[in-house]
T-cell receptor
């Protein structure tokens, strides 16, 4: 069945560095993908909508220069956390929809720890 | 505006007992409704979804949910809980991008 895969599943980086998280649709094409963030013991909040071949649409309060999204192909969207700080430590998860079955698939998520 | 309310932050049930997790939503159009489960340190797993048709939806792991338009609810139920059901449960509404409730943490005691 359709699967969305994220990589890396866990990453630790130093403050001030950048880290990239990949989201791939493994056996279907996704013109749109979504990035969510989950704070500890909180719900998931939509960060941005990733659009293939065009700029991402960011939700209110999400810094687009901080969270760079690139959707260069129909099967890959990347989220780059730039100049990471400890407060960026969180669980980031992506999703993509399969229109034919009206199903939304989530990646496994990526745990980011900034030290 | 779209929103999802899960009024119960934490629920504790005994293994073998029945379970009902509440979810109320606000959505401008006919809602697509979902229940996801998240185990500690893990991603999201879809339990079930509702788009149209029969308002009682069967999902995986013995879960079911009933869509009640008049009450704007989509409560999740299971007749007999297993210890492995202990996790965080999220209700969500939307079509492509989803709005999530704050989650209900389920603890199962022997």
């Amino acid at each position: 069945g359709a699967v969305v895969s994220q990589h890396p599943s866990r990453v630790i980086c130093k403050s001030g560095t950048s880290v990239k998280i990949e989201c791939r649709s493994l056996d279907f094409q996704a013109t749109t993908m979504f990035w969510y963030r989950q704070f500890p013991k909180k719900s998931l909040m939509l960060m941005a909508t990733s659009n293939e071949g065009s700029k991402a649409t960011y939700e209110q309060g999400v810094e687009k220069d901080k969270f760079l999204i690139n959707h260069a192909s129909l099967t890959l969207s990347t989220l780059t956390v730039t100049s990471a700080h400890p407060e960026d430590s969180s669980f980031y998860i992506c999703s993509a929809g399969l229109t034919e079955s009206n199903t939304i698939y989530f990646g496994e998520g990526s745990w980011l720890t900034v030290v | 505006a779209q929103s999802v309310t899960q009024p119960d932050i934490h629920i504790t049930v005994s293994e073998g007992a029945s379970l009902e997790l509440r979810c109320n939503y606000s959505y401008g159009a006919t809602p697509y409704l979902f229940w996801y489960v998240q185990s500690p340190g893990q991603g999201l797993q879809l339990l079930l979804k509702y788009f149209s048709g029969d308002t009682l939806v069967q999902g995986i792991k013995g879960f079911e949910a009933e869509f009640k338009r008049s009450q704007s609810s989509f409560n999740l139920r299971k007749p007999s809980v297993h210890w492995s059901d202990a996790a965080e449960y999220f209700c969500a509404v939307g079509k492509n991008n989803l709005f999530f409730g704050t989650g209900t943490r389920l603890t199962v005691i022997p």
